[in-house]
Protein backbone atom coordinates (compact mmCIF):
# COMPACT_ATOMS: atom_id res chain seq x y z
CA UNK A 1 0.00 0.00 0.00
CA UNK A 2 2.90 2.18 0.79
CA UNK A 3 4.07 1.78 -2.37
CA UNK A 4 0.58 3.04 -4.10
CA UNK A 5 0.35 5.71 -2.28
CA UNK A 6 4.22 7.15 -3.11
CA UNK A 7 3.71 6.93 -6.74
CA UNK A 8 -0.45 8.68 -6.79
CA UNK A 9 2.34 11.77 -4.83
CA UNK A 10 4.87 11.62 -7.31
CA UNK A 11 2.55 11.55 -10.41
CA UNK A 12 1.60 14.87 -9.19
CA UNK A 13 4.84 17.05 -10.42
CA UNK A 14 6.22 16.78 -13.44
CA UNK A 15 9.72 16.41 -14.26
CA UNK A 16 11.76 14.64 -16.77
CA UNK A 17 14.59 11.31 -16.09
CA UNK A 18 15.67 8.10 -17.88
CA UNK A 19 16.62 5.44 -14.83
CA UNK A 20 19.67 3.14 -15.43
CA UNK A 21 18.96 -0.70 -15.94
CA UNK A 22 20.92 -2.03 -13.16
CA UNK A 23 19.10 -3.21 -9.96
CA UNK A 24 22.81 -4.26 -8.23
CA UNK A 25 24.83 -2.76 -9.93
CA UNK A 26 25.82 1.54 -8.90
CA UNK A 27 27.51 3.16 -11.43
CA UNK A 28 29.19 7.23 -10.90
CA UNK A 29 25.82 8.50 -12.40
CA UNK A 30 24.45 10.65 -9.35
CA UNK A 31 20.64 12.37 -8.89
CA UNK A 32 20.30 15.60 -10.06
CA UNK A 33 20.53 18.13 -6.98
CA UNK A 34 17.21 18.95 -5.96
CA UNK A 35 14.97 16.30 -7.66
CA UNK A 36 13.53 13.28 -5.89
CA UNK A 37 13.41 9.58 -7.46
CA UNK A 38 10.33 7.98 -6.34
CA UNK A 39 10.76 4.07 -7.15
CA UNK A 40 8.65 1.15 -6.16
CA UNK A 41 10.54 -2.33 -7.17
CA UNK A 42 10.18 -6.10 -6.38
CA UNK A 43 12.53 -9.34 -6.76
CA UNK A 44 10.26 -12.73 -6.95
CA UNK A 45 12.86 -16.11 -6.62
CA UNK A 46 12.00 -18.89 -8.27
CA UNK A 47 12.27 -21.45 -6.11
CA UNK A 48 14.73 -24.74 -6.59
CA UNK A 49 14.10 -28.24 -4.47
CA UNK A 50 13.39 -27.25 -0.87
CA UNK A 51 13.50 -23.30 -1.35
CA UNK A 52 10.92 -21.02 -0.96
CA UNK A 53 8.65 -18.73 -3.66
CA UNK A 54 8.77 -15.25 -2.43
CA UNK A 55 8.37 -11.92 -3.52
CA UNK A 56 9.59 -9.09 -1.94
CA UNK A 57 8.96 -5.69 -2.80
CA UNK A 58 10.21 -2.42 -2.06
CA UNK A 59 10.09 1.23 -1.68
CA UNK A 60 12.89 4.06 -2.46
CA UNK A 61 12.81 7.34 -2.29
CA UNK A 62 16.15 9.27 -3.52
CA UNK A 63 17.21 12.83 -3.57
CA UNK A 64 20.22 14.87 -4.82
CA UNK A 65 21.57 16.38 -2.05
CA UNK A 66 24.22 18.16 -3.91
CA UNK A 67 25.93 17.22 -7.33
CA UNK A 68 28.55 14.95 -5.54
CA UNK A 69 26.24 13.67 -2.71
CA UNK A 70 22.85 11.38 -2.83
CA UNK A 71 20.73 9.84 -0.64
CA UNK A 72 17.75 6.95 -0.51
CA UNK A 73 15.70 5.78 1.74
CA UNK A 74 14.25 1.85 1.23
CA UNK A 75 11.13 0.16 3.15
CA UNK A 76 11.09 -3.56 2.30
CA UNK A 77 9.26 -6.45 2.73
CA UNK A 78 8.93 -9.94 1.89
CA UNK A 79 5.91 -12.61 1.12
CA UNK A 80 6.67 -16.19 0.78
CA UNK A 81 4.43 -18.77 -0.68
CA UNK A 82 2.27 -20.63 1.77
CA UNK A 83 4.19 -18.89 4.79
CA UNK A 84 3.44 -15.24 5.29
CA UNK A 85 3.95 -11.61 4.71
CA UNK A 86 6.08 -9.08 6.73
CA UNK A 87 7.78 -5.61 7.19
CA UNK A 88 11.46 -6.62 7.08
CA UNK A 89 13.03 -3.42 7.49
CA UNK A 90 14.71 -0.44 5.94
CA UNK A 91 17.98 1.06 5.12
CA UNK A 92 19.24 4.49 4.71
CA UNK A 93 22.25 4.88 1.92
CA UNK A 94 24.73 7.65 1.09
CA UNK A 95 26.87 8.04 -2.01
CA UNK A 96 29.72 10.21 -2.20
CA UNK A 97 31.17 11.26 -5.73
CA UNK A 98 34.52 12.84 -4.74
CA UNK A 99 35.89 14.04 -8.34
CA UNK A 100 33.59 16.94 -9.84
CA UNK A 101 34.81 16.34 -13.42
CA UNK A 102 34.48 13.47 -15.93
CA UNK A 103 37.05 11.15 -15.38
CA UNK A 104 38.68 7.80 -17.18
CA UNK A 105 37.53 5.68 -14.11
CA UNK A 106 35.17 7.60 -11.82
CA UNK A 107 35.03 6.24 -8.19
CA UNK A 108 32.19 6.66 -5.93
CA UNK A 109 32.12 6.35 -2.32
CA UNK A 110 29.50 4.55 -0.92
CA UNK A 111 27.99 4.02 3.04
CA UNK A 112 24.76 2.58 3.89
CA UNK A 113 22.64 1.25 7.46
CA UNK A 114 20.64 -1.35 7.40
CA UNK A 115 17.90 -1.93 10.36
CA UNK A 116 16.04 -5.02 8.98
CA UNK A 117 15.79 -8.66 9.86
CA UNK A 118 16.91 -12.29 8.23
CA UNK A 119 13.48 -12.35 6.12
CA UNK A 120 15.06 -9.79 4.07
CA UNK A 121 15.10 -11.34 0.76
CA UNK A 122 15.25 -8.05 -1.82
CA UNK A 123 18.68 -8.99 -2.61
CA UNK A 124 20.09 -5.12 -3.46
CA UNK A 125 23.33 -7.03 -2.77
CA UNK A 126 24.75 -10.22 -1.89
CA UNK A 127 27.27 -10.77 0.43
CA UNK A 128 28.77 -13.28 2.47
CA UNK A 129 26.79 -16.63 1.39
CA UNK A 130 23.73 -14.23 0.60
CA UNK A 131 20.15 -14.80 2.24
CA UNK A 132 18.45 -17.96 3.66
CA UNK A 133 15.87 -18.99 1.15
CA UNK A 134 15.01 -21.79 3.01
CA UNK A 135 13.26 -21.12 6.20
CA UNK A 136 10.03 -19.67 7.55
CA UNK A 137 9.69 -16.04 7.44
CA UNK A 138 8.19 -17.09 11.34
CA UNK A 139 11.53 -18.08 12.07
CA UNK A 140 13.42 -15.25 10.20
CA UNK A 141 11.47 -12.40 11.07
CA UNK A 142 12.63 -11.79 15.05
CA UNK A 143 15.87 -12.61 13.83
CA UNK A 144 17.15 -8.38 13.46
CA UNK A 145 20.46 -6.93 12.36
CA UNK A 146 21.85 -3.33 12.24
CA UNK A 147 24.52 -3.42 9.88
CA UNK A 148 26.61 -1.18 8.19
CA UNK A 149 27.67 -1.85 4.68
CA UNK A 150 30.63 -0.08 2.20
CA UNK A 151 31.18 0.19 -1.37
CA UNK A 152 33.75 1.08 -3.59
CA UNK A 153 32.02 1.86 -7.12
CA UNK A 154 34.38 2.47 -10.27
CA UNK A 155 32.43 2.84 -13.00
CA UNK A 156 33.55 4.76 -16.60
CA UNK A 157 31.30 5.85 -19.64
CA UNK A 158 33.78 4.41 -23.16
CA UNK A 159 31.55 6.20 -25.97
CA UNK A 160 28.16 4.79 -25.56
CA UNK A 161 29.21 2.36 -23.30
CA UNK A 162 28.71 2.61 -19.02
CA UNK A 163 31.09 -0.31 -17.10
CA UNK A 164 30.80 -0.60 -13.94
CA UNK A 165 32.45 -2.39 -10.99
CA UNK A 166 31.42 -2.87 -7.18
CA UNK A 167 33.11 -4.34 -4.05
CA UNK A 168 31.12 -4.83 -1.23
CA UNK A 169 31.64 -5.22 2.30
CA UNK A 170 29.29 -5.72 5.13
CA UNK A 171 29.92 -6.07 9.20
CA UNK A 172 26.56 -6.77 11.37
CA UNK A 173 26.87 -4.93 14.64
CA UNK A 174 23.88 -6.93 16.09
CA UNK A 175 26.72 -10.27 15.90
CA UNK A 176 30.23 -11.22 15.93
CA UNK A 177 30.12 -12.52 12.03
CA UNK A 178 33.57 -11.13 10.96
CA UNK A 179 32.84 -8.70 7.91
CA UNK A 180 30.79 -10.24 4.68
CA UNK A 181 32.05 -9.81 1.15
CA UNK A 182 30.69 -9.63 -2.28
CA UNK A 183 30.99 -7.82 -5.73
CA UNK A 184 28.81 -6.40 -8.72
CA UNK A 185 29.73 -5.88 -12.31
CA UNK A 186 27.54 -4.44 -14.89
CA UNK A 187 28.03 -3.33 -18.54
CA UNK A 188 24.71 -1.19 -20.49
CA UNK A 189 24.71 1.04 -23.12
CA UNK A 190 21.60 3.03 -25.33
CA UNK A 191 20.35 1.33 -28.05
CA UNK A 192 20.56 4.58 -29.97
CA UNK A 193 23.14 6.84 -30.04
CA UNK A 194 21.04 9.87 -31.06
CA UNK A 195 16.85 10.84 -31.16
CA UNK A 196 15.01 9.47 -34.09
CA UNK A 197 13.22 12.51 -34.48
CA UNK A 198 9.91 10.81 -34.42
CA UNK A 199 7.47 10.91 -31.37
CA UNK A 200 7.16 8.08 -30.11
CA UNK A 201 7.80 5.96 -26.74
CA UNK A 202 9.00 2.61 -28.50
CA UNK A 203 11.76 4.56 -30.10
CA UNK A 204 15.47 2.92 -29.95
CA UNK A 205 16.29 5.66 -27.83
CA UNK A 206 13.94 5.38 -25.07
CA UNK A 207 15.79 1.92 -24.32
CA UNK A 208 18.91 1.22 -22.18
CA UNK A 209 20.45 -2.42 -22.15
CA UNK A 210 22.91 -4.54 -20.68
CA UNK A 211 24.14 -7.40 -18.36
CA UNK A 212 25.53 -7.57 -14.84
CA UNK A 213 26.65 -10.18 -12.26
CA UNK A 214 26.94 -10.04 -8.82
CA UNK A 215 27.08 -12.52 -5.86
CA UNK A 216 28.87 -12.92 -2.73
CA UNK A 217 32.70 -13.35 -1.71
CA UNK A 218 32.42 -14.99 1.57
CA UNK A 219 34.03 -13.47 4.82
CA UNK A 220 36.82 -12.96 7.50
CA UNK A 221 35.53 -15.88 9.44
CA UNK A 222 34.68 -18.46 6.25
CA UNK A 223 37.43 -17.23 3.88
CA UNK A 224 37.71 -14.98 1.20
CA UNK A 225 35.83 -16.87 -1.97
CA UNK A 226 33.09 -17.39 -4.19
CA UNK A 227 32.51 -21.16 -2.89
CA UNK A 228 29.17 -21.81 -1.36
CA UNK A 229 27.84 -18.53 -2.23
CA UNK A 230 25.13 -16.97 -4.42
CA UNK A 231 25.91 -15.76 -7.81
CA UNK A 232 23.68 -14.57 -10.63
CA UNK A 233 23.67 -13.33 -14.20
CA UNK A 234 21.21 -10.90 -15.56
CA UNK A 235 20.16 -9.18 -18.76
CA UNK A 236 18.90 -6.00 -18.03
CA UNK A 237 17.01 -3.04 -19.57
CA UNK A 238 15.33 0.30 -18.88
CA UNK A 239 12.63 2.15 -20.46
CA UNK A 240 11.49 5.93 -20.88
CA UNK A 241 7.82 5.09 -20.50
CA UNK A 242 7.62 9.21 -20.41
CA UNK A 243 9.37 12.01 -20.21
CA UNK A 244 9.59 11.75 -16.08
CA UNK A 245 9.20 7.78 -15.84
CA UNK A 246 11.11 4.26 -16.48
CA UNK A 247 10.39 1.19 -16.08
CA UNK A 248 13.01 -1.41 -15.78
CA UNK A 249 13.09 -5.30 -16.15
CA UNK A 250 15.72 -8.11 -14.94
CA UNK A 251 16.05 -11.79 -15.35
CA UNK A 252 18.48 -13.44 -13.63
CA UNK A 253 19.95 -16.62 -13.95
CA UNK A 254 21.34 -18.39 -10.78
CA UNK A 255 24.68 -19.84 -11.02
CA UNK A 256 25.34 -22.12 -7.71
CA UNK A 257 23.13 -24.09 -5.79
CA UNK A 258 22.79 -21.20 -3.07
CA UNK A 259 21.00 -19.28 -5.72
CA UNK A 260 17.51 -19.30 -7.01
CA UNK A 261 17.30 -20.94 -10.30
CA UNK A 262 15.42 -17.54 -11.64
CA UNK A 263 15.47 -14.26 -9.51
CA UNK A 264 12.67 -11.79 -11.95
CA UNK A 265 12.89 -8.08 -10.99
CA UNK A 266 11.03 -5.24 -12.39
CA UNK A 267 11.11 -1.67 -11.02
CA UNK A 268 8.92 1.66 -12.20
CA UNK A 269 10.94 5.19 -10.91
CA UNK A 270 9.02 8.52 -11.21
CA UNK A 271 10.99 12.12 -10.79
CA UNK A 272 10.01 14.67 -9.13
CA UNK A 273 12.35 18.00 -10.49
CA UNK A 274 12.86 20.56 -8.17
CA UNK A 275 11.91 18.82 -5.39
CA UNK A 276 13.84 20.69 -2.51
CA UNK A 277 13.01 24.12 -4.12
CA UNK A 278 9.42 23.68 -3.79
CA UNK A 279 10.01 22.54 -0.05
CA UNK A 280 11.94 25.04 0.20
CA UNK A 281 9.57 27.68 -0.53
CA UNK A 282 6.56 25.80 0.82
CA UNK A 283 8.20 26.54 4.11
CA UNK A 284 9.47 29.63 3.52
CA UNK A 285 13.31 28.94 2.95
CA UNK A 286 15.24 31.08 0.80
CA UNK A 287 17.72 28.97 -1.65
Request: charge should be negative; hydrophobic fraction near 35%; glycine fraction near 10%.
Amino acid sequence: MLQFVLLFLAMALPCSAQEGPFFVTYSHHMEEPGNLEVETSSTVGIPRSRQKFYAAPYAELEYGVTAQWTSELYLESSSVWGDSTVFTGWRFENRYKPLKREHWINPVLYLEYENVNEASRIQKEIEGGGPDLTSRNRALHGERAHELETKLILSSDVHDWNISENFIATKNLSESEGVEFGYAFGVSRPLARLASGASCRFCRENFIAGVEMYGGLGSTLDGFTPRGTAHYVAPVVSWAVSDNASLRLSTGFGLTDQSNPVLLRIGYSYELSGFGSRISRLFGVKR
